[in-house]
């Protein structure tokens, strides 16, 4: 049995990797936003490509707009708004919203390296170990082997859905977050902690 | 462009396995030792958790210029989702993250808390535009 890392070192570790995506990436930490991409990848294609279609189309549209103020409110509508808004702004907000983000395959490159990273440790310090279930103590909990993939099951549908539900997990929410010190990110986390200690501690009563 | 795509890969992938191995190293993965954690009789993993969310924010104090507007807002499911996410981590042992790390640790049971997340990934995309559709700000978009 390999030691595990003193609190410290690990702590320095999981801050060096918060601070490492910010500067290799230039965004925040997110896995459960990594896993949006990657399981939804089709659909969120469909919606890049119909917004393709509508920058393609934006002179169209423009001129159809135009075409529409001016019989409605005439030409001088137009000079007043001139004066108030400058074409260079504009052609910036559009471009930023449009900004085509991280493929889906860097997503899953990312997920699987993650993978990779821990079986390399695993054969490393010689923790890894073949088993069907997860632990000893989660069978003696949960029972059967089938009984544990059940409760397995149903525990990866909660959290798939609850980190989405939520907008963030452990990395989001509680990594990225509250180091922000973003409101919503503290309370979040406060609240998954407090649920899974609870659950825990419930389980344990019932072991 | 093609240049800028590959780097993007090996910037993700070697974050990724660092990753990997911090949290390996840290036995996040391990059930027992995240049980231990959540029945409050062993905390070191809370203080590691702690120290790192510290760490991180000290450098963000620093680093503040380059961190890019972040969407995270309240929202209706910002609480059941939560809940919902702490009853089952504490269910499967596993964060989004974790479950793989519990796979490359050679618990092949997480083969299954994989599809568990899949499918709860893909149903809360088809039940939120149907039924809530409330702006849910997750992040890394």
Request: proline share 2%.
């Amino acid at each position: 049995m390999t030691e595990y890392w003193p609190w410290w070192m690990g702590a320095l570790g999981l801050g060096g990797i918060s601070i490492l995506y910010l500067l290799l990436v230039g965004r925040l930490l997110g896995v459960s936003g990594s896993w949006a991409k990657v399981v939804n990848w089709k659909e969120n294609q469909a919606i890049d490509k119909s917004k393709q279609e509508l920058v393609q189309d934006k002179d169209a549209m423009g001129s159809a707009f135009m075409a529409e103020t001016l019989a409605e409110f005439g030409e001088g509508a137009i000079d007043e708004f001139k004066g108030e808004v400058d074409d260079a702004n504009i052609n910036q907000t559009v471009s930023a919203s449009l900004d085509a983000p991280t493929p889906w395959t860097v997503h899953l490159v990312f997920l699987l390296s993650i993978l990779v990273g821990s079986l390399l440790t695993a054969i490393y310090t010689g923790q890894f170990e073949f088993r069907l279930d997860l632990s000893n103590v989660h069978s003696q909990i949960f029972g059967t082997t089938w009984e544990v993939w059940v409760a397995l099951l149903t525990g990866g549908m909660m959290v798939g859905f609850g980190t989405q539900m939520a907008g963030g997990c452990t990395s989001g929410h509680g990594l990225s977050g509250c180091a922000r010190l973003i409101p919503v990110s503290i309370l979040a986390t406060v609240v998954f902690m407090v649920s899974a200690i609870f659950q825990s501690m419930l389980m344990e009563v019932m072991r | 462009m093609k240049k800028i795509r590959i780097n993007q890969y090996l910037a993700y992938g070697v974050i990724g396995i660092l990753f990997g191995i911090v949290l390996t190293r840290i036995g996040f993965a391990n059930y027992d030792e995240l049980h231990k954690m959540f029945i409050l009789t062993d905390l070191r993993m809370l203080y590691t958790f702690a120290g790192g969310v510290v760490l991180s924010m000290l450098m963000f104090f620093v680093l503040t210029k380059k961190i890019p507007a972040q969407h995270k807002i309240f929202q209706p499911g910002t609480i059941p989702g939560s809940m919902l996410f702490g009853f089952g981590w504490a269910i499967c042992g596993a964060c989004p993250s974790l479950v793989f790390v519990q796979l490359g640790q050679g618990a092949f049971g997480a083969v299954l808390t994989m599809i568990g997340m899949f499918f709860g990934v893909w149903t809360y995309r088809k039940t939120h535009g149907r039924y809530f559709g409330w702006d849910t700000g997750t992040c890394g978009v």
